[in-house]
């Protein structure tokens, strides 16, 4: 490869060309060397804004000595000396064959490590590429093996570079000639703390002609791009044409993706210009116009040069091809580097030879704003030595840096600022973005539940994550991370600004520091659907105010195992599972956060079984604190059921403990009498005084008419809330047993059918066959129909038709013994297919469920009661039925219609009121 990428590899050129137009601005450092003979050789921009230097010093022609210096520049203007000390083997130091560069390479490696890339040896069989990786105060962080070099023409062939990503997010790509047509690369995880990484994706493509040039850039959603030249005229590196009669150049794009299949090639130029030289510069765009390549066309046997621009997307359709009229002097021979800057628009900076030892000279620096129309030069100091084409960088914020030389100790830094092409970033580092709520360095109250992001375009979300951190020294604490398809985002009408609901959970810690990442393509222009750069950590950050915690008492909650949870729980040794505990209970605390020491130990095991699948309940004390400035035992139990419920984007679904806790479950305190008597207060007043109220009116109707069945006081309001509880139990509770679900609806529904059923038979017979009941209901028809209905809760309201209560003529329906026997009768089914069953559904649900509540324990409490009275009064019902029986053999009286028709008297009535209360 002759150009690699947007990197050169020539030591020294003069500047001569000055455009006296351009008029920006300068910020210099000047720094003095101990020793003679330092060269910057690379600048190496980070994103906490400080810049590794790379120098170089060269012993003769083709050789440095094999030795890596770097100078760190810090924001506050201080300059660290470092040094990596590592037996690099002496031939990385040194050209190899005819090239002019050295096979060490540095690259930045995110967020502060240094990559070097190096050949361990030049013995045939072993030689290989590894990538040293170093901190930047030069303690050597990992050695890690990469690929071997590959053997071509019987000698290595040593042309690997890396890449690495514009965002913090990603890794690096490594691509080098397996042989000169074949170009191999992988793309490699970010590395770990320990400095570890391995490949995520790789793959080859192909080249036309031997050691041809290709591109190869990071995208905007975490891909590197690859622009290849597949011309069928075979080139040699002297520009002489092998076959001139094939002449069709083709200029492919491919999409590198971590994790995922390659996209391409997509073909993004063709021509059928015979013999035509095209060269191609390529790189992202900063904003949401995509990407772009500078085709750069030289017909042969012309001294002509004809420049285009062709923007293409990821989806690789080309957007738009422009041909610039102006071809910023470029001739036959020159070398062009190609930026995009950060506040949109490019930087073409074109460097011709000017002696026979491949010194080069910065002829012109160009720039071009976003649709590659020219804009202006940039203008830099005359007559400067400069040492590199490397040393020439950008800052994120649109900033320009330079390093040149003054002489054999002194070297100097020249900052410039460079045209903004879209308006000014507001400190997010992402030009995209307009504002955000809250602002960068704003105080938020711990209430707060929405946050806001408003861009300068209308967006949509895409794939990735917008996650929202606690700062942490050590550690980022994450609290809610959401993708774009989370139903917690939602946009303005313009589609400029994207609300995002927050957990109650999320910012829980008062006077604490909280930043918000949004990765590379969790939004996308709603335009171009083209991904969106994102907000790396530490720019959009604020703090929580002040909150005094009130004194809360220590407390116990339930977590529930899933059930592949419960399975691996019960998988583990008795010493594993002891392990797991402690694990979770860390985690947990990790999750919340608190202080480890604010959770107590946690205990195993109470099986739910209430599911198909049984699931471990675990039980976690948490202990209060008196520190004000610390969460309490309620806003913790509070915190965690939320956590725990919106597992999938909180912490709890990234630890490996955590994770298997069952979101449906949350976190629930577990209740001691009192906590019962307390959370149940206003339900038992309220039952309490409805019990005295009933009682007063019992009272009241028993001294008016003290013959009176007065107990159907008691039994009306009982039946009546029977019904409200079961409806109330199907529909809250019913689901938490899916066992009992089906059978509590048949067991509510058949019955109340068979009832309703029987109620009007009973009635519509009664009327028949009555005379003096026919007489009653004529004049109260409305109170016999609701009794009907009512009936099919339970039979026996029809008795209280009949109860003559307080003495009101309302209840005082004349109904004969027949209708009584077979009211008996049927509420003596209802009993089987009713009560028991009922009764027995709310006994399972209580063996089965691990929470019980309110509602299932009134369900449980009335229907024991009716279940109960039931069985007492059928008994009674019972004895004076065969004492009546005897009586009425003995008298020899035949059952006939006359019975029927007999009314009940007050002596009876007073019998029954003792059992059918
Ligand atoms: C570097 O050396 C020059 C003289 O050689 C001196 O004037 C200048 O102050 C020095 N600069 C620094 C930063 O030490
Ligand atoms: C850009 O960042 C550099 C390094 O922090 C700083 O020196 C420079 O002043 C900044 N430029 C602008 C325009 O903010
Ligand atoms: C340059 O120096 C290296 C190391 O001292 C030596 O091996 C090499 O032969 C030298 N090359 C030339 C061209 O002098
Ligand atoms: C500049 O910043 C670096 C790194 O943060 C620190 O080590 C150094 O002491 C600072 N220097 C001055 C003069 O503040
Ligand atoms: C480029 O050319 C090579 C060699 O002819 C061929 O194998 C390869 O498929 C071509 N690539 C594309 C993208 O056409
Ligand atoms: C260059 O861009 C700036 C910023 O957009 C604009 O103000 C200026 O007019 C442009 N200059 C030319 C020559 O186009
Ligand atoms: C962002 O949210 C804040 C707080 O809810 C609200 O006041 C503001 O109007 C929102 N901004 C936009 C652009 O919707």
């Known amino acids: 490869m002759n150009l690699s990428g947007t990197f050169f590899y020539f030591v020294t050129f003069i500047l001569l060309f000055i ?174 703390i320990d400095g570890n990484f391995h490949p995520i994706n790789y793959g080859k493509f192909y080249l036309q002609n031997p050691s041809d040039y290709y591109s190869l850039f990071p995208g905007m959603d975490g891909s590197f791009v690859i622009v290849t030249k597949n011309s069928t005229d075979i080139q040699t590196k002297s520009n002489k044409f092998i076959n001139p009669s094939e002449f069709t150049t083709k200029i492919y794009v491919y999409f590198v993706r971590p994790t995922m299949k390659v996209d391409g090639p997509f073909l993004l130029y063709q021509s059928a210009i015979p013999r035509l030289k095209v060269e191609f510069y390529c790189d992202t765009a900063y904003t949401s116009t995509g990407d772009m390549c500078i085709l750069i066309m030289k017909p042969h046997g012309t ?30 021979g020159d070398d062009i580097m190609f930026n995009y800057m950060y506040y949109g628009g490019y930087l073409v900076r074109i460097f011709r030879k000017v002696d026979s030892n491949n010194n080069r000279l910065m002829v012109q620096g160009i720039i071009l704003d976003n649709d590659g129309n020219y804009n202006g030069t940039w203008n830099y100091p005359q007559n400067l030595i400069l040492p590199a084409e490397n040393s020439v960088t950008t800052y994120r914020n649109g900033t320009m840096i330079l390093a040149y030389h003054e002489n054999e100790y002194t070297w100097k830094l020249l900052f410039t600022d460079l045209p903004r092409f879209i308006p000014d970033g507001y400190g997010y580092d992402n030009p995209n973005i307009k504002a955000t709520y809250p602002s960068i360095n704003s105080n938020i109250p711990l209430t707060t539940t929405n946050i806001n992001i408003t861009y300068f375009l209308s967006v949509t979300a895409s794939a990735n994550y917008i996650s929202i951190y606690q700062y942490n020294e050590d550690y980022p604490i994450l609290r809610q991370s959401i993708s774009g398809n989370s139903p917690l985002l939602s946009y303005s009408s313009d589609n400029m600004t994207i609300n995002i609901k927050i957990l109650e959970s999320t910012f829980n810690q008062p006077n604490s520091l909280y930043y918000v990442v949004i990765d590379y393509n969790a939004v996308k222009d709603w335009k171009s659907n083209q991904p969106l750069m994102g907000i790396e950590r530490n720019h959009w950050k604020f703090n929580t105010t002040n909150y005094q915690e009130i004194f809360a008492g220590d407390a116990v909650g339930q977590l529930s195992l899933t059930i592949e949870g419960t399975k691996y729980y019960e998988s583990l040794s008795s010493y594993d599972q002891g392990r797991f505990l402690s694990q979770l209970r860390i985690d947990l605390a990790k999750s919340i956060p608190v202080d480890n020491n604010r959770l107590d130990d946690i205990k195993c095991c109470i099986y739910d079984k209430s599911q198909q699948f049984p699931k471990i309940i675990l039980s976690l004390p948490i202990k209060s604190t008196t520190s004000q ?262 008298m020899n009286i035949i059952y006939d219609s006359n019975v029927e028709k007999s009314i009940t008297v007050p002596q009876i009535t007073k019998k029954k009121s003792r059992y059918s209360m």
Request: charged share 20%.
């Open 303 to 332: 001294t002509e040069t004809h420049l285009m621009k062709i923007s293409f997307q990821n989806s690789g359709s080309v957007s738009s091809v422009n041909k610039f009229a102006n071809t910023m002097g470029i001739k036959s």
């Open 629 to 890: 400035n610390e969460r309490n035992v309620d806003n913790i139990i509070k915190d965690l059921d939320i956590l725990v419920k919106e597992k999938e984007i909180t912490p709890i679904s990234r630890s490996n403990t955590t994770n298997l806790l069952e979101a449906s479950f949350g976190f629930r305190r577990t209740r001691n009498f009192l906590d019962d008597l307390n959370s149940f207060k206003y339900h038992l007043i309220g039952i309490v005084i409805g019990v005295i109220i009933l009682g007063l009116l019992y009272v009241y109707a028993k001294k008016r008419n003290p013959r009176g069945k007065n107990f159907a006081i008691f039994k009306f309001p009982l039946i009546i809330s029977d019904l409200i509880l079961s409806i109330t139990f199907i529909l809250n509770n019913g689901k938490n047993v899916p066992q009992l679900f089906i059978p509590s609806i048949i067991f509510f529904i058949i019955p109340m059918a068979i009832s309703f059923m029987m109620s009007i038979i009973i009635i519509l017979r009664e009327i028949k066959k009555n005379r003096y009941f026919y007489g009653w209901f004529k004049n109260n028809t409305h109170i016999a129909t609701l009794f009907t209905i009512l009936a099919s809760i339970d039979l026996e309201m029809l008795n209280i038709l009949s109860s003559q209560v307080a003495g009101v003529m309302l209840f005082s329906a004349p109904i004969s013994e027949k209708m009584r026997l077979y009211i008996f009768l049927g509420s003596f089914i209802g009993f089987f297919i009713d009560d028991i069953p009922r009764f027995i559904i709310q006994v399972l649900y209580r063996k089965l469920v691990v929470n019980y509540d309110i509602i299932p324990f009134l369900t449980l409490l009335t229907s024991s009661i009716i279940l109960a009275n039931n069985i007492i009064s059928r008994i009674y019902h019972a004895i004076v039925y065969l004492r009546k029986k005897r009586r009425i053999s003995l």
């Open 19 to 192: 455009n006296p137009l351009s008029i920006y601005s300068y910020n210099s450092i000047l720094y003095n060397e101990t020793e003679p003979g330092f060269k910057v050789y690379r600048l190496i921009p980070y994103r906490d804004d400080i810049l590794v230097i790379r120098l170089i010093k060269p012993i003769n022609e083709s050789c440095i000595e094999p030795q890596m210096d770097f100078r760190i520049l810090y924001p506050n203007r201080t300059i660290d000396v470092i040094k990596v000390d590592y037996p690099f083997p002496e031939y990385n130091f040194c050209f190899f064959g005819s090239e002019t560069y050295y096979r060490i390479d540095v690259e930045r490696s995110f967020p502060n490590f240094i990559s070097i890339l190096y050949v361990n040896s030049t013995d045939l069989s072993s030689a290989s590429y590894y990538i040293l990786l170093a901190s930047r105060t030069g303690k050597i962080i990992s050695n890690t093996y990469i690929a071997p070099v590959p053997i071509i023409n019987g000698e290595l062939y040593a042309d690997g570079y890396l890449y690495s990503h514009q965002s913090e997010e990603f890794g690096f790509i490594f691509s080098y000639y397996e042989t000169k047509t074949i170009v191999a690369w992988s793309y490699f995880s970010q590395p770990d």
